[in-house]
């Protein structure tokens, strides 16, 4: 299937800081996610992208989708501790069904420093 | 409008018992998926249903099983259970049609088998 690798798989920031992470794919999507989850919780969706090159933002969170469509980015501004978390992208596999069937990334662990 | 809930957060078995999860979407959600969640494989797609029928499944052995009810809610099983099973079992529900992709998510089931 899909691999989605996320880069890097943990960062450690200082709160006020931004923060970037990315997402790439070794085939190409449609539709890219992010998702942040937090421990004993499941997945907030907390952008949807539709178009390569498309530029959406969610309050401090703002996501992009690759002109080559095999890779996303996320950004957080002045992160907060709340930003702690796991956030992962997903991209939906094509089966031309309608059905429904999302490959997660590997995940970025954030810890914000107060 | 209330979110995906999952019964019950937590569960322990004993391997070779069988184990039923139960998930009801956001009203209107005639999409529901299924995901298992561990620390080593990560987020992985189990199996779709829509209008009770199962749309799309993932690569997991036939010990796992679901259904869908016509009130759109639904129900996974695993039968035979053994200690790999143990995992956070997620839920999501979506709208069918253009964002369909946009899943949201239930807070899980934790499986511990024993």
Known sequence: ?114 | KAGVTQTPRYLIKTRGQQVTLSCSPISGHRSVSWYQQTPGQGLQFLFEYFSETQRNKGNFPGRFSGRQFSNSRSEMNVSTLELGDSALYLCASSLDGLTAYEQYFGPGTRLTVT
Do not use: H
Not at chain 1, 53 to 75: V, W
């Open chain 1, 1 to 114: 299937g899909q691999q989605l690798n996320q880069s890097p798989q943990s960062m450690f920031i200082q709160e006020g800081e931004d923060v970037s992470m990315n997402c790439t794919s070794s085939s190409i999507f449609n539709t890219w996610l992010w998702y942040k989850q937090d421990p004993g919780e499941g997945p907030v969706l907390l952008i949807a992208l539709y178009k390569a090159g498309e530029l959406t933002s969610n309050g401090r969170l703002t996501a992009q989708f690759g002109i080559t469509r095999k890779d996303s980015f996320l950004n957080i501004s002045a992160s907060i501790p709340s930003d702690v978390g796991i956030y992962f992208c997903a991209g939906p596999a094509v089966l031309g069904t309608g059905a429904n069937n999302l490959f997660f990334g590997t995940g970025t662990r954030l810890t914000v420093i107060p």
